[in-house]
């Protein structure tokens, strides 16, 4: 991942890498291109990976098993219509974010990393951040009935605020040496988005069959595989700091 101080010089690739799945967002360009441009196209692959359904549907599962497809729905697109305006907010704003509050890639690559492992360690031992449970019953409460309750708050962290999500975004913007490649960057995301909003209604009906033990194998299992991710990216910010990281291969 490149340092800052790449940004103000030409290059003939400049890139950066969040660990899930390898996928690579790349900002090309050469001695005879005065303007750096980043591809739509591998931009949308990276941030697919980082925010796709798959790291939804396990909340999506949990809303569906308490309330109305129609309730489901409309939490969905509040929270959609939300994670859009942070994506877009992240990727416009990254440098004035980085300047006022002095941080750079790497420290949103360590940050995000151990946001996410703990999200993940959190799935592994059944702990649900984001669900109030109820003291009486000890169950997932319902206060879901307006947007901003409980279900709002349910997809917080795996969706509308995603560390990963977030941390592609600034790393997006600030290794971009131009407006329109942030905008890229940004429509990228917005797309993602609608695609987990697409996914969550289509499979919605679906997921609210799931049994409550299947919903929990399934759990755990994608915390073991996401508090990997978490580890991998916050290796990649220790690594962008300088610190030697031996590789695995």
């Known amino acids: 991942m490149p340092q800052s101080g ?11 890498s969040l660990s899930d799945k390898g996928v690579q967002l790349s900002v090309t360009g050469g001695e005879n291109d005065p303007v ?39 939490v969905m697109a509040y929270a959609a219509l939300a ?23 790497a420290s949103v690559e360590l940050a995000a990393g ?15 951040l984001g669900h109030d449970i109820d003291e009486e019953t000890g169950s997932l409460s319902r206060d879901g009935e307006q947007p901003g309750g409980d279900g709002f708050r349910v997809l917080l962290l795996p969706f509308i605020v995603s560390p990963l999500g977030v941390a592609a975004a600034l790393e997006g913007s600030l290794t971009a040496s131009n407006w329109e490649s942030r905008g890229i960057v940004a429509g990228a ?22 049994h409550a033990s299947s919903l ?22 220790l690594s962008a700091l300088g610190v030697h990281v031996a590789s695995g291969h």
């Open 36 to 74: 750096d441009r980043l591809d739509l196209a591998d931009a949308f692959v990276t941030l697919f990976a980082l925010l796709g359904p798959q790291k939804v549907l396990l909340s999506v599962a949990r809303l569906a098993r308490t309330r109305e497809a129609h309730r489901v729905r409309l």
């Open 83 to 105: 994670a859009a305006c942070v994506g877009v907010t992240c990727t416009l704003a990254a440098p004035w974010l980085a300047t006022f509050f002095h941080i750079t890639p």
């Open 114 to 128: 151990l946001v996410f492992f703990i999200y993940a360690v959190g799935l592994v031992f059944g702990i649900h």
């Open 216 to 237: 929990e194998v399934l759990s755990r299992l994608l915390g073991i595989l996401l508090a990997a991710v978490g580890v991998n990216l916050f290796l990649d910010g």
């Open 189 to 210: 995301y917005v797309a993602v988005v609608a695609i987990d909003l697409i996914a969550a209604v289509m499979f919605g009906p679906l997921l609210r069959r799931l």
């Open 6 to 16: 790449l940004r103000g010089r030409k290059a003939h690739h400049i890139g950066y």
